[in-house]
C-alpha cells in the first residue's frame, strides 16, 4: 500500500517545562516558562526580556470536528478561548507527545506529517529576547528536543529544527547541527542573517549549505508575529488588530509576509545563484499565485532593462518554490497556474484552521470538487511532499497497530 | 466608434495632465499665490505645492505608455513641451483615442499631483484648487461628451465640503462619477459615522466613487512602477471597514471602483475574508447587519474592479462578479500599452466567448456610468451573479 496522506504541515505545542528542564543552569531561571494568566486562568509563556505575555490561544485545537466544519463546537471552542483560556491540560496530547501524536495523525487519516514548532506563544519571547546568549540557547533546547520527538517515528514524522535568528554564524551551525541531530528539514524565523526584513549576502552561506545538506527550508507563513497576536482577530472597523499593535511598536509586518520574502528571494537572484535551493511557503495558500506571478513577469517583460536574471520569476517559483495551504477552493480552482507539482496540502493540525479529524476527507473533497483528476489528488496530498521530504512511497507498516 | 452610441473599447482608467495655468487662471485671486505652480526644475517640468517636494511630470506624459521603451530615454525628466497634447487639451485627447482604437475613457486626475496638494494645511486652499480642477474637467469632457467621462474630484477637507462638491459637480457640471483620495471627513479610517453625509449625497446621486490605488490622508495614490509582483493594493483594506461600518445597508445605491489596482488579487483576498469570517467570527468585534450575507457577497455586489493585465481575473471572472470588471488602459501611465490598447486588451480576454468580452471590454463600464446609449444601467440581478468561494 502506498501513502494516501501527508500533511505537509502540522504542528507542536513545546512541553510547558522544555526549558525550565533543559536549559543550561545559568539560563534556568531567565528562560520560557508558562504562567497563568490573572484574569482568565489560561496559560500563557513568558520569558526575560517580554512585556507581554504570550497566551496559548489558537495554537491548539481542543475540540473534535465531527462533520465538516463543526460551527456548535467552534464556537464554544472559541467563546472559551476567549472568556476562559487555554490550559496546557485542553491541548491535544500529541502535541508534545509522539506516541499519542500518531495516534491521532492516523484518526485523521494522515500517514505522515510534516512538523512546525508552535509558532506564537513560546516564539514571540525567543525572538524579541534582547540576549541573544540566551535565545540561542532556547533554539538548540527546542532543536533538541524536537529530534527526540521525531525519532519515535521517523517514517511518520518530519520535523523541523528552528533556525535561530540570532546572526549568520549561529544560523549555519544550527542547521548543520539539526542534520547531524537526524531532522530532514528547517523553518527560518528571519533572513538566515537574522533580518526580519532583508535579504543579504552574507545569507548565501547558509543557502549554500542547504543545497549541501539537501535541506529544505521553511518559512511558516512569515517571519514575524508581534507578540500577543491573535491572528485573524479584527477590530470594530474590521482592520487587523495586530497590524495596528505592532505599527505602534515599529514593526513591519507586510516585510515579513511570506509574498514579500518571495518577490525579495527572487529579484535578489538566490534562486539563480542557488538553483537547487528548495523553499518552501507553509501556511501560505495559493489563491494569490496566480496574479501574483503573471504581474511579476509581466512587469520583468516590460522593464527588460532592469532585469539581468536569465529566468522569469514564475520559471523560478516553478523549479524552487513549494506552498502548502490549508483549504484553499480558489487554489485548487486555479491550480493550473499555480504548477500541480509546487501545491501542498497541509491541515495545520492540531491549530484552530484544522478540522481534525476529517482535513483528509476535507482535503480529497476540495480537490475532487475542482475536478482535479486521481494523478493531481495523490500529487498534492502526497506525492510532493514525500519527494521533497525523502519519503518512501510506502505507507509506514505499523499504520494498523498504532491506530 | 462606428455608429452614434455603438462603442467598441471602453477604457475605465485612464488620465489627464493637468494644463499648466489651470489653478493660477481659476482660483480667487487672492489665492494665486499659493495656488500649485508648474515650474522648470531638474532639466524638466515639476508642480511646486507650498510646502511639499516638487513634483515631476510623469517620465511617460511624453510617450502614452512606457510600452514603447526605446522612446523613453531611462530617467530623463520631462518638460511640459514634450507632454502630448492629448493629455490636457479634448480635441488632441480625441485623437490619441482615436490612435489607440478606444472609443472612450473615464477620465482620472494625474495621481502624483494630489498626492501632494492633498499634504496642504489651508482648507481654503484645497477645495478652490479641486473646484478649478473640476470647473476645468467640465469643460474638456463636455467637448465630446460620449468619448470624455471626467470624474469629479472630492476635497478631503471636511464631510461638507465633500458633499457640497459631489452634489455641484453631478447636477451642475454634469460629472458623471467621482474619486475620492481620502476620507471626507479626514479620519484615517473608513466607514467613520460622521462620512455619512458623503455617503447619502452618493447614495443620492447613484454615481460611482473611485478610489485609485490608495486611499488616506498620506496614501500615495501614484501606483509604484517597475519591476513588482501582484500584490493586494492598499485600497482594499477600505471594503471590510465599509461593510462592517454598515455604509453599504444604509446606503445601498453606493458603488465603488478600486481603479489600477486589477483583480487577480482579490480572489484570494474574498475567499479569507469570508473563512475566516465563517471560522472566526465569534472572536471578531465586526459584525454584518445581513447575517445571512458573507464579507465576499457584501464587498462584490459593491465594488467594481478596473483591470489592464489580469487574465487570472478574466478566467475567474464568474467568482468576482463577471458585471463588475473592467478594463483600463492607464494611459498614459507606467503599465499603458498605448497606442496599442486595443491589442492588449483583446489578448487579455481572448479566451473569453463575444458577449462576455464585450461586457469587460464596453458595456460594463458603459452601465456604470449610465453612458449614452446604456442609460438604463445594470439589470439589478446581475449584479450578485458571482460563484460562492467557500463551500466547505
Known sequence: MQYRAISADGHVNEPPTLWTERLPDRFKERGPRVIETPNTKGHAWIMEGQQRPSVMGFSSMYFRS??????????????????????????????????????????????????????????????????????????????????????????????????????????????????????????????????????????????????????????????????????????????PDHKLRAKSRGVDVDAGSFPVILAKMITSGVFERFPDLKFVGTEVHTGWIPYYLERFDESVLRNRRQWTLPLLPSEYFRRNVSVVYIVD??????????????????????????AWPVDYQLGREILERAGATSSEIERIMWKNAADLYKLPYEEPATISGAA | MADH????????????????????????????DRAPKLASWNGGSAWMVDGVDPVPLPATAA??????????????PVTFDEVLPGLYDPAERVKLQHADSVDAEILYPSPGLWDAIKQLDDRELKVACVRAYNDWMAEFSSYNSE?????????????????????????????????IDAWPGGSAVAGEPGDDLFWEAVNDTGVPVSLHYAVGAYARTAPPGGIAPGLKPPMADAALPLAAAGVFDRFPKVRLVFAHGDAGWALHWLEFTDINYLRHRHLHE??????????????????????????????????LGAAHLV??????????????????????????????????????TARLYRLPGHEEGFAPDTLERFEKLVHF
Open chain 1, 66 to 239: 465531527s462533520q465538516r466544519f463543526d460551527r456548535a463546537s467552534l464556537v464554544d471552542s472559541f467563546k472559551q478561548i476567549k472568556d476562559r483560556g487555554v490550559r496546557y491540560e485542553d491541548l491535544f496530547p500529541g502535541s508534545y507527545d509522539p506516541a499519542a501524536r500518531v495516534k491521532e495523525m492516523c484518526e485523521d487519516e494522515t500517514d505522515a506529517e510534516v512538523i512546525f514548532n508552535g509558532v506564537a506563544t513560546v516564539w514571540n519571547g525567543i525572538k524579541l529576547c534582547p540576549d541573544k546568549e540566551l535565545s540561542l540557547a532556547c533554539y538548540k533546547v527546542y532543536n533538541d528536543w524536537i529530534a527526540e520527538f521525531q525519532a519515535y517515528a521517523p517514517e511518520r514524522l518530519v520535523c523541523n529544527g528552528t533556525i535561530p535568528t540570532t546572526g549568520i554564524t549561529d544560523a549555519l551551525e544550527e542547521l548543520h547541527r539539526c542534520v547531524k541531530l537526524g531532522l530532514r528539514t528547517v523553518q527560518l524565523e528571519s533572513y538566515p542573517s537574522g533580518s526580519f526584513s532583508q535579504p543579504t549576502p552574507e545569507d548565501d552561506r547558509f543557502w549554500a549549505a542547504a543545497v549541501d545538506l539537501d535541506v529544505p527550508v521553511n518559512v511558516h507563513t512569515q517571519f514575524f508575529f508581534p507578540a500577543g497576536d491573535l491572528g485573524s482577530k479584527l477590530n470594530a472597523q474590521g482592520v
Open chain 1, 329 to 354: 477552493e480558489v487554489g485548487a480552482a486555479n491550480r493550473y497556474d499555480i504548477g500541480v507539482a509546487n501545491m501542498m496540502w497541509g491541515p495545520d493540525f492540531p491549530h484552530s484552521s484544522s
Open chain 2, 5 to 32: 452610441n455603438r462603442y467598441n473599447l471602453i477604457s475605465a482608467d485612464s488620465h489627464v495632465l493637468e494644463p499648466p495655468g489651470l489653478f493660477q487662471t481659476r482660483l480667487p485671486a487672492r489665492l494665486r
Open chain 2, 63 to 76: 510617450t502614452g505608455s512606457g510600452y514603447r521603451l526605446g522612446r523613453c530615454a531611462a530617467g530623463k
Open chain 2, 147 to 179: 468619448r470624455l467621462i471626467g470624474l469629479a474630484k472630492i476635497p478631503s477637507t471636511t464631510v461638507e465640503d465633500a458633499r457640497a462638491e459631489l452634489l455641484r459637480c453631478v447636477k451642475e457640471l454634469n460629472l458623471r462619477g467621482a474619486i
Open chain 2, 286 to 319: 465586526y459584525a454584518l447587519q445581513n447575517p445571512d450575507a458573507l464579507p465576499s457577497e457584501y464587498i462584490r455586489k459593491h465594488v467594481w474592479f478596473s483591470f489592464h493585465h489580469d487574465r487570472s481575473a478574466v478566467k475567474n471572472r464568474h467568482k
Open chain 2, 327 to 364: 478594463w483600463g488602459s492607464h494611459f498614459p501611465l507606467d503599465d499603458a500599452n498605448w497606442p496599442d490598447d486595443r491589442e492588449q486588451a483583446m489578448r487579455v480576454t481572448e479566451e473569453l466567448p463575444a458577449e462576455e468580452r464585450q461586457a469587460l471590454l464596453v458595456s460594463n
